[in-house]
């Protein structure tokens, strides 16, 4: 079946794709295929390059002008950060909906369609996320059968993030971005913001979107675990500054994230350990 066969069997949802990447030659083409073989498309596939140095725009080059979406891709100038790169995507969308992948994650192929009926459903809703997880090539067939959802409150998320940034859809004209000034924690800000001016944020239950490589303790940012808490702390800090949370209740919220440090800590520790032996 040729491409345009393809696209005339698939429905396009008004839904854009924004795709950071930097240095991401070698997991880009897998991110943006999970995008194409979706059973429901995109409208447009916008991939931001933030400076990057290896061969990454020679690869994303080679899906300019696909019949299945529009794909744009942004070649920026300086390195300024995953949350400058999405805000500028985001600021060249077209659509009612925008969904966030990054360049070493990939969605399954229902993702798009589950979420968006979703939306269709709940029309009042400005976000939606679902599950993401660690994924083979077997967990990548789950069943197409629709998912429950739960909703989680600014308070709750307070307590724990539940949402991944490649398992997130939002409505494009909302008004929160991505803080430029945190390079870690940023996608837990800009949950926190909706969730605060928006209400509750609904999770679907099934894992629609994922990573081959460990969340903690590999590649990513989620290696640099020292980074990562004490950008967690920071936007702790910044809802305290903004008269959102109580002096106890941002106490408490310190406390409880520095033991959920420890014990991720000691985790990756023992894990490295065990694989050595």
Known sequence: MCLQEMQELQTLASVSVVIPCFNSAKTIERAIHSVLEQTMLPTEIIIVDDASSDETLGVVDQFRGTPLSNVIVIGLKENSGPSRARNIGWERTVTD????????DFWLPQKLAQVMDFFSQHPNTVACGHRFAVLNAIARTESAKNASAVDYSYHQLLIRNQFSTPAMVVKRDIAPRFPEHLR?????????DIAFQYGPIPKLSKVLAGSSKSL????GLSSHLVTMELAVLSVIGDQRHSGRISLAQYLALILWSSFKFMVRT???????FLQKK
């Open 216 to 219: 903690y303790g590999e590649s």
């Open 184 to 192: 870690g924690a940023e996608d837990y800000a800009l949950w926190l």
């Open 97 to 104: 909906y925008v969904a966030f992948l990054d360049a070493d």
């Open 266 to 272: 000691s985790k990756t520790f023992f894990r490295k």
